[in-house]
């Protein structure tokens, strides 16, 4: 089982909305499990929201406080990846807004998104609950790398990333307000997400996604809103880039001992957390772990990243 199972309801709450800079506004987590960051971006002429919210029942919250923000103006969605908390909820603004995204998440959906359906609904009752009646839908509209979208006054800048947190990573940014809106590519106060599920899983990749993050980082946001998380300033991207890194580096150090992977990532693990003893989601260092031993020798990586997605596709 990838995660805990959620003791409590993954519920977006818009009643603690709040403007980053002029007409973006952000749905905070407040730390809930399974809750993502979510994004209004104004322009005169039309609203995109960024992520759905886990199932039908909080996209339809996510939906009613986006066309409030609207107050008539068109409405566009997009996600930032296919994971359920994301992009689970798309269905519901089928008849009141264009949906696009890269089309790597687009495949990311159809490959992977049935597969992560059934997964997440073993996780507890409460996240089983707000799965009932999903339906996973087709973007009306799909692109290759990147997308600009006038809203009115202001294009917003649709960017896939290139396979790092997951094969299909999008970040989208509003360049005249500095704001960047990460997925999960960032988490403000937790250990990075690696959906690191052999043999079902293992396209995240550490080593792309250390790229990704300095790209980002030379692009020189003000404002990062995060997958899960505070919104914070343009220094997280560093913050996380360097914790991969140091991940990586102590990963790779251990690698070639003949300690078995348990004994590296209990090593690992003690060092991350002593680095960082006030962040949660400690589980996932062991999976960053596991990534970052299949990357170290890329032959033979590839070849038992090619078997294990034999059978299971
Ligand atoms: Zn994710």
Known sequence: MPFEPLTHDPVVDPGQAREVARDVVVLPNLGAGLVPNIGFIGGEHSVLVVDTGLGPRNAEKVLAFAAEQARGRELYLTTTHFHPEHAFGAQVFADHATYLVNRAQAADLVHKGPSYLEMFRGLGAPVARNLEGVELVAPDVVYDKGYDLDLGGRVVRLEATGRAHSKGDQVVTVPDAGVLFTGDLIEAGQFSIFPWFPPYDTDVSGSRWIE???RLAAAGPDIVVPGHGDVSGRRILTDVR?????LRDETWKR???????ETIAAEVEARMIGRHPEWEGRDWIAKGVGCFCAEHSGH???SAGEAAEGPSA
């Open 255 to 261: 690698r070639d001992s003949a300690l078995p992977e």
């Open 242 to 246: 360097e914790y991969l890194e140091l």
């Open 212 to 214: 990704v993050l300095a």
């Open 300 to 302: 033979e990586a590839a």
